[in-house]
């Protein structure tokens, strides 16, 4: 029989967790953990994830800014913000939404951040830090998905682990947590040959590719656990994910749904990352 994790429920307690973890380390410390959030542009996508992301800070008690600069920011601009935000004391974490416009680097920008500040796990010193197996922040979204196996009780050593999609956000940091937890791991992309050849191994199966409902029920193994990332707006202007869930899902043991599996993770993971980094700030 198949089980549908709910990543709401799991989203839920963290994040009641935190509020707890949260006012407790203020009673002790006086520090109100702080997050700044800038957005470039007017991506509707990208607004609703920063309004998102402020609603929880204050949820949980954090300190929340939030800086929404005009599409047409230079980059010297942007630079000039980030640099003010590692040294502001208020604010532990830092977050750019992406994607950013065209005329801005964003590996120059991400570099620019503070890696003790860096709670998306982006910069390269944290990048580095996941490979060697001690960064100080992992990025939010495969997090959030190491967070929902392990509460769902999933075991992964030994394991066959499949990931589709190779991006710096979500498949490369998958890759290396799993492969942490003992997986034996494979990265499938756009030029992998016999697809539905790899996936069908896959023991635990991550699907981060953006095309809707594209993990069909011939790519998954009898029993498998099936992780959905992809977010892809429809025409009918619903969420689908890339796995097609009807089909695959009674062939699994274990699935999320999209939305409300992957997604609220995310920002939970956020969260997490962002109060880490007040913690660690308070004992330097
Ligand atoms: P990217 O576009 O950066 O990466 C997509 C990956 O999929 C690439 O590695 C690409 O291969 C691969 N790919 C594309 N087509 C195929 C194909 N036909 N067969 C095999 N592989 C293919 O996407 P992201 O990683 O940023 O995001 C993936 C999905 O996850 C999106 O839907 C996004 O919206 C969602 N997402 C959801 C989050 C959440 O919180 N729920 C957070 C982040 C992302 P190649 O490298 O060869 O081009």
Wanted: neutral net charge; glycine residues 8%.
């Amino acid at each position: 029989m198949s089980v549908v994790i709910d990543g709401n429920k799991v989203s839920q307690e963290i994040r009641q967790q935190l509020r707890g973890e949260t006012s407790a380390f203020q009673a002790q410390t006086g520090i109100v953990p702080g997050l700044a959030v800038v957005l470039v542009g007017d991506d509707p996508a990208s607004q609703v994830y920063v309004g998102r992301k402020a609603k929880a800070c204050e949820e949980i008690g954090f300190l929340s800014r939030e800086y929404r600069l005009s599409a047409d920011t230079s980059e010297t601009a942007l630079l000039d913000l980030i640099h003010e935000l590692n040294l502001d004391s208020l604010i532990h974490g830092i977050l750019v939404q992406l994607p950013l416009p065209k005329h801005i680097s964003t590996d120059r920008i991400i570099a620019a951040i503070d890696p003790h500040k860096d709670v998306d796990g982006f910069h390269p010193y944290n990048v580095g830090g996941l490979v060697t197996g001690s960064p100080l922040f992992v990025p939010c979204t495969p997090r959030g998905i190491m967070e929902l196996l392990d509460r769902t009780g999933i075991a992964l050593a030994g394991k066959e682990a499949v990931i589709v999609g190779r991006s710096n956000i979500v498949g490369k940091p998958m890759a290396l947590l799993l492969l942490a937890q003992h997986a034996t791991v494979t990265i499938c992309h756009s030029r992998t040959k016999d697809l539905p050849a790899v996936t069908s191994r896959a023991d635990v199966l991550i699907a981060a590719v953006g095309k809707a409902r594209m993990i069909t029920a011939n790519m998954v193994k009898d029993n498998a656990v099936v992780i959905d990332v992809g977010v892809n707006r429809l025409e009918n202007g619903k969420l689908a994910g890339d796995v097609a869930f009807d089909e695959v899902a009674p062939k699994t043991s274990f699935i999320t749904p999209v939305p409300g599996g992957v997604g609220p993770m995310t920002i939970a993971m956020l969260m997490k990352n962002t109060l880490d980094a007040a913690i660690a700030a308070s004992k330097k």
